[in-house]
């Protein structure tokens, strides 16, 4: 996971919005969380498939406990997606841009961080292990914001239209051709290339295997 990037960032490259109600913060601040009414962009892992159940317990939390004016924004980043069934038909859905992973913009304090942290189904924050100055134990890990870059670039692939076609198949599978030239064709899957949406299938041509490349949608899989 790329984005986040655990070391320290430049303060310069930091994500700073101001959030609503600010003044109001009248927490008392532990020595290691500075005092400030910046709400950041902050990455939270979750429990594998449970980031829908965290947004939306962490939502009520928020409220319940007093929060809410500093939780200002919980997303879970998600491009268009279609996936294609044995028998031909499309199922449209959404794939999560960093699964595992929720984002929150909030002002960090010790009542935000413990609301987030003790929420079921959290692992941690992202961020540094802030490790402590005798012993051997091991630290907390000091949440970390992500940087204006990081931010842009995570939100500017969810909003992405263009949705990826996913089939289920590999090297070896059989394949009919669905449409195009080679409507018709049978063949076997040579080569796969998900990023692309394409794949490779040698098909037999005027007797002879050739390899042709096809997109996902013109072909469906055989049982």
Known sequence: MSEFDPTPQDTKEVLDLPAPN????????SPSIAKTSIARWYAV????????KVKA???????TLGVSNRILEIEIPQTPAVNLKKDGSRQATE??????????????????????????NVINFVGAEDRRA????????????LSRQEVNRIFKRAAEKKAVVKLDVEEGDQIVVTSGPFKDYQGEVIEVSGERNKLKALLSIFGRETPVELEFSQITKQN
Do not use: N, W
């Not at 317990?57 to 409220?63: D, G, K, Y």
């Not at 841009?97 to 609301?115: K, Q, S, W």
């Not at 005798?134 to 890990?141: E, F």
């Open 45 to 52: 892992q979750v429990a594998s498939s449970c980031e829908k």
């Open 95 to 120: 794939d999560k841009v960093f699964p595992g992973y929720v984002l929150v913009r909030m002002i960090l304090d010790e009542d935000t961080m413990m609301a987030v942290r003790s929420t079921p």
């Open 22 to 29: 600010d003044g109001e913060e009248s927490a008392k601040q």
């Open 134 to 145: 005798t012993g051997k134990a091991r630290g907390h890990i000091k949440p970390r914001p």
């Open 57 to 63: 317990t962490l939502e009520q939390r928020a409220v």
